[in-house]
T-cell receptor
Framework: AQSVTQPDIHITVSEGASLELRCNYS??????LFWYVQSPGQGLQLLLK??????LVQGIKGFEAEFKRSQSSFNLRKPSVHWSDAAEYFC???????????FGGGTRLMVKP | GAVVSQHPSWVICKSGTSVKIECRSL??????MFWYRQFPKQSLMLMAT?????????EQGVEKDKFLINHASLTLSTLTVTSAHPEDSSFYIC????????????????FGPGTRLTVL
């Protein structure tokens, strides 16, 4: 069965600092990996996705993620965090782009001024 | 990307009543729709998968008689919470995908904005 672990429930960073959110997955084949962001009371917005090819993927809002098969990880990064980045971030894995996704528990990001 | 809408965005109802939530794909044909439930400060849990024109497939532990799903057209799926109780209060999110070969958004999953249900 596929699973996703986001080890950090909460993370607080200062505005302008760099950010890395961790995601580890368990999947038997080549995974499809996603990062979503959710603002309070809102639905999910796709930040980026990895299907194949270059293991460093660029997303919206200045985010990037790196797929490391040897570590079963897909960590999300941003070089300089803005106050508007405060939100809940979910990592997800699927067996293809459109099938049922398994979500991690989420990481709540808080940004200090 | 493609757009998925949900209506209503929030609803408050009395215990024992039924509530219907609509999920629409606005610019693509949703051959499959997924319904998720999210409790406060928790992740999304898949409730059911519905394919247009056929019965929904429910995840283990989800009561199919309580959460009725209808996917009668390629752009609309509805989730009806029957005889709602306070423990059904949650954030319900749908997503949709198009499996028609050659479609612009083929096999990508797009999420709606969610519906907040509060049962008093």
């Amino acid at each position: 069965a596929q699973s996703v672990t986001q080890p950090d429930i909460h993370i607080t960073v200062s505005e302008g600092a760099s950010l890395e959110l961790r995601c580890n997955y368990s999947y038997g084949a080549t995974p499809y990996l996603f990062w979503y962001v959710q603002s309070p009371g809102q639905g999910l917005q796709l930040l980026l996705k990895y299907f194949s090819g270059d293991t460093l993927v660029q997303g919206i809002k200045g985010f990037e993620a790196e797929f490391k098969r040897s570590q079963s990880s897909f960590n999300l990064r941003k070089p300089s965090v803005h106050w508007s980045d405060a939100a809940e971030y979910f990592c997800a894995v699927g067996n293809n782009a459109g099938n049922m996704l398994t979500f991690g528990g989420g990481t709540r990001l808080m940004v200090k001024p | 990307g493609a757009v998925v809408s949900q209506h209503p965005s929030w609803v408050i109802c009395k215990s024992g009543t039924s509530v219907k939530i609509e999920c629409r794909s606005l610019d693509f044909q949703a051959t499959t729709m997924f319904w998720y439930r999210q409790f406060p400060k928790q992740s999304l849990m898949l409730m059911a998968t519905s394919n247009e024109g056929s019965k929904a497939t429910y995840e283990q532990g989800v009561e199919k008689d309580k959460f009725l799903i209808n996917h009668a057209s390629l752009t609309l799926s509805t989730l009806t919470v029957t005889s709602a109780h306070p423990e059904d209060s949650s954030f319900y999110i749908c997503s949709a995908r198009d499996l028609i070969a050659g479609a612009p958004f083929y096999n990508e999953q797009f999420f709606g904005p969610g519906t907040r249900l509060t049962v008093l």
